[in-house]
């Protein structure tokens, strides 16, 4: 009983959820983390996103099934092992997909638009956008992103351009220094192109300046905000210590950039973070700022 249960937790790849957190990032921007309805409505709206991103994730592994099983190491993985069938995968698949949007359309018709957007944008990168050069990257920035609008539609908060134009530059940045990394592991073994992907090892140099360009844009667009938005509006009597946040995001995105280009960022970034302690402490010290400004 024990096996199929950790066959099924790794199928359905529950550590991605740790992403669904942005749907968080409005209520407490908003300053509405005091209204428990906000809250909840946040918190159902985790729930929904990550049943639909598991349900994505077998779709994208069945699609994969057979680059999967030629794979050194995804092979490994249920489907492509055989541990789970792929009429079983595409049965919970479906059935997971019904059960968010019935849940998202009862919770908010917002809501639901949004989830379907990432829904088909999340199938389009399974079965052909991940094979297009740069458009790949920039379909996993606007996914993450959808994630905090909907956090936004869901808790009636609405969409800061501010927000979205940071989480675009942010997430494309992040998408860029993954990419990155698997194309200078192409080029340092001598192979010519990234598998499964539109890259090729000799264009490294376009993903790094593409990628800093965005992280350096991400910082602009936040000390921007600082200045013209959040300086203004009342709710940070102590605002010299949002500044901390734009420096620790800075120092991140570069040692996230100094990794990838050496070819030693292994995990999503946002994963990453979440394993590694100087991501840890360069977090805390954001919470820690963002408290002492309020």
């Not at 079983?88 to 479906?94: D, E, Y």
């Not at 959808?146 to 940071?166: C, E, H, M, N």
């Not at 940045?173 to 592991?185: F, G, M, N, P, V």
């Amino acid at each position: 009983m024990i096996k199929p249960m950790t066959t099924w937790l790794q199928a359905l790849r529950l550590h991605h959820w740790s992403k669904n957190l942005f749907v968080f990032v409005p209520v407490l921007l908003g300053h509405a983390y005091v209204e428990q309805a906000k809250v909840l409505a946040a918190g159902a709206a985790f729930l929904i996103l990550g049943v639909l991103v598991s349900a994505g994730y077998l779709i994208n592994d069945i699609a994969d099934l057979d680059a999967d099983r030629q794979h050194e190491s995804k092979r490994h993985r249920p489907l492509a092992s055989g541990r789970i069938s792929r009429r079983t995968g595409i049965t919970v698949a479906i059935a997971m997909i019904i059960v968010a949007f019935a849940a998202a359309i009862a919770l908010s018709r917002d809501f639901a638009v949004l989830l379907l957007v990432y829904f088909l944008l999340t199938v389009g990168y399974s079965l052909w956008l991940k094979k297009l050069a740069l458009i790949d990257v920039a379909a996993i920035a606007t996914m993450l992103t959808l994630r905090i609008a909907a956090g936004g539609a869901v808790t009636g908060i609405g969409q800061s351009p501010w927000l979205l134009s940071f989480s675009m530059a942010f997430f494309l940045s992040l998408a860029l220094a993954k990419r990155h990394c698997e194309i200078r592991q192409v080029a340092f073994s001598g192979a010519g192109a990234v598998a499964g992907r539109g890259f090729h090892g000799d264009d490294w140099p376009l993903t790094l300046t593409f990628g800093v360009g965005a992280a350096l844009t991400s910082v602009l667009i936040m000390l921007l905000y600082l200045a013209n938005d959040a300086a203004p509006s009342g709710f940070y009597p102590r605002q010299g210590w949002l500044y901390v946040v734009p420096a620790a995001m800075l120092i991140w995105l570069m040692r996230v950039w100094v990794l990838s280009h050496r070819r030693e960022l292994h995990d999503d970034p946002v994963i990453f973070a979440l394993r590694d302690p100087a991501s840890l402490v360069l977090g805390a010290a954001v919470i820690a700022a963002f408290i002492l400004a309020v």
